[in-house]
């Protein structure tokens, strides 16, 4: 591969050469974290070394139990990503084959996700109680609105050609919604889903920092309280790290399923 294409607009690369470039980012920044903890250019106490924070990991997973937040952050997670998914695709498929459930579901949908979520957390509480049902509701309000609208956009940018060659074979709604639509978008689809896991993850913290007493949002909220910064940028650190092993399995997956594209 030639090197002066990577600095070339919509240059390609190879996959080595994307691992390798995005190592050294990561090696980049945290060694200009070190470098700004050695020099001291902000004070330890806001901004530990990343070495105190990799020991104040260690510490919470061997001795506090942080294991467990993780797989109920994870659990509570995946399980709104899913609910929000199973009837987003649909929903959102319906808005755009159908006009008179676009015009009746569209300005409700584009009203509700301009709403501030973290706004609506004392009311879902007082909706859904303190357990895990007002922790999924947060999760699926950050998530749901804005995914139905990105599968009703998808789906509109299905070629007419496709629909009407479905219709002039005999072919009735539900098949070409299921054997035409759905199959031709399904790459969009996945990559959308991918990138509201992303958004789901961003709203973890708040769904856990309000009447919890478990979950990594806990944890880092916990930590809040007695100023452990290192405690604290290892539960952010956690989340990061969750995400991108996600949205890279995902986006391997992709790679293997639509090789055609």
Same mark, same amino acid.
């Given at each position: 591969?030639?090197?002066?294409?990577?600095?070339?607009?919509?240059?390609?690369?190879?996959?080595?050469?994307?691992?390798?470039?995005?190592?050294?980012?990561?090696?980049?920044?945290?060694?200009?974290?070190?470098?700004?903890?050695?020099?001291?250019?902000?004070?330890?106490?806001?901004?530990?070394?990343?070495?105190?924070?990799?020991?104040?990991?260690?510490?919470?997973?061997?001795? $506090?139990?942080?294991?467990?937040?993780?797989?109920?952050?994870?659990?509570?997670?995946?399980?709104?990503?899913?609910?929000?998914?199973?009837?987003?695709?649909?929903?959102?498929?319906?808005?755009?084959?159908?006009?008179?459930?676009?015009?009746?579901?569209?300005?409700?949908?584009?009203?509700?996700?301009?709403?501030?979520?973290?706004?609506?957390?004392?009311?879902?509480?007082?909706?859904?109680?303190?357990?895990?049902?007002?922790?999924?509701?947060?999760?699926?309000?950050?998530?749901?609105? $804005?995914?139905?609208?990105?599968?009703?956009?998808?789906?509109?940018?299905?070629?007419?050609?496709?629909?009407?060659?479905?219709?002039?074979?005999?072919?009735?709604?539900? $098949?070409?919604?299921?054997?035409?639509?759905?199959?031709?978008?399904?790459?969009?689809?996945?990559?959308?889903?991918?990138?509201?896991?992303?958004?789901?993850?961003?709203?973890?913290?708040?769904?856990?920092?309000?009447?919890?007493?478990?979950?990594?949002?806990?944890?880092?909220?916990?930590?809040?309280?007695?100023?452990?910064?290192?405690?604290?940028?290892?539960?952010?650190?956690?989340?990061?790290?969750?995400?991108?092993?996600?949205? $890279?399995?995902?986006?391997?997956?992709?790679?293997?399923?639509?090789?055609?594209?």
């Amino acid at each position: 591969m030639k090197t002066h294409s990577l600095f070339a607009y919509r240059g390609k690369s190879s996959t080595r050469a994307d691992v390798v470039l995005g190592i050294l980012a990561f090696i980049g920044l945290v060694g200009f974290w070190y470098s700004a903890g050695e020099m001291e250019l902000v004070s330890p106490r806001f901004l530990p070394n990343p070495w105190e924070v990799v020991k104040a990991l260690y510490v919470m997973l061997v001795d $506090q139990s942080f294991l467990e937040d993780i797989w109920i952050s994870v659990a509570r997670v995946w399980g709104a990503f899913l609910m929000s998914a199973i009837m987003a695709i649909p929903i959102g498929i319906w808005m755009s084959s159908y006009r008179i459930v676009g015009m009746l579901m569209e300005p409700i949908v584009d009203f509700i996700r301009y709403l501030p979520v973290p706004a609506l957390v004392p009311l879902l509480i007082i909706w859904f109680g303190i357990g895990e049902s007002s922790k999924i509701a947060v999760l699926w309000m950050g998530t749901f609105f $804005q995914l139905v609208l990105l599968i009703a956009d998808d789906t509109k940018r299905v070629p007419k050609e496709y629909i009407e060659t479905g219709f002039t074979v005999g072919a009735r709604p539900r $098949q070409i919604t299921w054997d035409i639509v759905l199959r031709s978008m399904l790459p969009k689809i996945v990559d959308n889903l991918r990138i509201t896991l992303g958004w789901c993850w961003t709203y973890i913290i708040i769904a856990e920092i309000v009447a919890s007493n478990a979950g990594i949002g806990h944890a880092i909220w916990s930590a809040r309280r007695f100023v452990k910064t290192p405690e604290v940028m290892a539960g952010i650190l956690t989340v990061g790290v969750i995400g991108l092993l996600t949205d $890279q399995a995902i986006r391997y997956a992709h790679r293997r399923w639509f090789r055609y594209l």
